[in-house]
């Protein structure tokens, strides 16, 4: 998957993005995330048909970079893809989606998905879909003063679907809302029944996450 694409696969050195992270200082839910999403994207890709792996994001135009680590040549053209470590890409995910989407201000099950929806639509996608399912205006800033009070309102409200929880209603929610969002998009036929399951794991994962917000 292509980090940006609109579906899960930016910067290096040079530009002000660190090239390693320490993990163990990270919150759960992005711990969780990390291990959830990188390891299983290790390989160069270098799929003619993927408009991730070119840096104009259009098969046949520019360079064929790649993706690896799930980082796309087409959201980072700057990047040398093929020698990207493990380390350097866990430092991208975290500063480019975890931390753009004010990771640590949510509920880790929360923390985790807006993460890996951010990872695969954009921070900006990510934060909106988030905010049209909480009834907040959808200015794609995950906030403290609108957007968190509004999710915990709607966490502590019982299962309209005899669910052990609201937040079990919520977590569906948005992995539907992605759902329906990732299959509209040209490139969903490529690995339609990958990505459905994908999800269907987050929340899965999601689940066992820590409620406190940033807890380790």
């Known amino acids: 998957m292509s980090a940006g694409t609109g579906l899960p696969a930016t910067t290096g050195a040079g530009t002000g993005v660190p090239t390693t992270i320490t993990t163990g200082v990270r919150s759960a839910a992005c711990r969780a995330w990390l291990a959830f999403l990188l390891p299983t994207e290790g390989t160069l890709s270098l799929d003619p048909t993927d408009p991730g792996n070119w840096t104009s994001g259009q098969p046949g135009v520019g360079r064929l970079v790649g993706t690896k680590y799930g980082i796309a040549a087409s959201a980072h053209p700057g990047v040398d893809i093929a020698n990207l470590t493990l380390d350097g890409a866990q430092a991208i995910a975290v500063h480019d989606y975890h931390d753009a989407i004010h990771g640590d201000l949510l509920p880790g ?53 005899g669910l052990a929880s609201g937040m079990d209603d919520l977590l569906c929610e948005y992995a539907s809302r992605r759902l329906l969002f990732e299959s509209n998009l040209g490139i969903w036929s490529i690995d339609k029944g990958g990505w459905t399951r994908r999800l269907f794991h987050s929340v899965d994962i999601a689940r066992s996450l820590p409620l406190e917000p940033g807890a380790p």
């Open 109 to 161: 099950p929360f923390a985790f998905m807006v993460s890996d929806a951010a990872f695969g639509s954009g921070p900006e996608v990510a934060a909106k879909q988030f905010q049209a399912m909480l009834g907040v205006p959808q200015d794609g800033d995950i906030g403290v003063e609108v957007t968190v009070p509004a999710l915990l309102k709607q966490m502590a409200q019982p299962s309209r679907y």
